[in-house]
């Protein structure tokens, strides 16, 4: 059997008895070295590395981040607000949003970049900041993803200047006089090295047509495993492929384009795991399902029941027999299953664990990306979780408390 990705016995019998679970668990060691492992990219003409911050956006892994250097896009105004409490220099955090926040006119006044994700919104940013720099979030007409649910590009999305619109974009900056510094592609989430090198050129097209881009942020994801079954991106062999690019836009415009990355999964989704109970074994007789009810579910983990991924599953306890298990959620929802079909979130797949008791822990690795900031928030009242870090040093602490029930229905009026 496999063991957790980096939750020891001894962390779980500390956690045990200092805390409750269910609970999120962040290893700093493993968040800081794939931090690392971007900021060391060897590129061209330098580079900027910009947390996704939607992937997870506890205040504490921001500021961890920022300090290590690295920047911040936010898919909203109010995650740029959040990053700004967290202590992320505002020039550091840049807004790539689907809406206009109410707040953005301030939040640009301050020093937050934007990024135009619409003719409209380049429309409103020319109107209100004239002369001033922005960029523009194309969608190039490809998009690709690991599956379909997370592509970001194409005729079927809504992110993104359609990139036959470019004479548009220019009618706005000749009437306003803004410049557009840099561009912004995100077609997708989980990709391969090779549609990475490939979806290149699309940009350095649009870099052409735009002679003031001197920053080209791509991003289309990268695979990152978290099954054993699954296989990480290549790193290096995406670095040394861009370079390649970069370097032959250089010969032929003479134009050093600085690079951004906006990693959120790849960088963080193995950094966390979450330690639930196994509250209840029950199984439906001679048509067979067996099933371990845990303390948690899609309400902290909503990746499976929103695109049918497999996260690993760990039984603890020091059994040598393995069972099938189907893993269910506590929540009064069909959907709520740890064990699906691969990408198919309608269909139930048993999953081979270690015998298991009522009572036993259940690891769930691989749930930082898109679990805790993407929670299905008080489905059934159930209070958000706590979050506990990892420290290097060995010392686990807690970085978020457990949300008291009372607060659930704190903002409702009573009114009969
Ligand atoms: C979500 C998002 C990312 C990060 O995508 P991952 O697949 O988590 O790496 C990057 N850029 C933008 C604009 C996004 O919306």
Redesign the pocket.
Known sequence: MQEPRFLIQEHIDYIQENFETPVYVYSEAELRARAQEFLDFPSMYGHTVRF?M??NSQRNILKLFSDMGLSI?A?SSFEAMRAIAAGVPVENIQI?SQEIGKDMKELIEDGVFFVATSLHQLEVFGKLFPGKKCGI?VNPGVGSGGFTQ?S?GGNTSSFGIWHTKIDQVQEIVEKYGIIISKL?F?IG??NTPESWVDSVEHGFKILRQIQTIDTFNM?W??KMAIMDYEVSADLSAIWEALNKKYELFYEETGRKIHLEM??????VINSCSMLVEIQDIVDTGETWYKFLKTNSGMNDMPRVAMYGIQEPLHVINDSDECEDYVVVGHCCESADILTSKLYDQETIEPRKLRKAKKGDMLVVDGVW??NSSMSVKNYNSYPESAELLLRESGEIVEIRERQKVKDIWRNEKEIV
């Open positions: 996704a939607k992937s896009d898919s790539s979030r997370i970001t912004h995100h989430s989980e991003w994801g990268l906006e990693p959120g999964k790849y960088l990306a898109y």
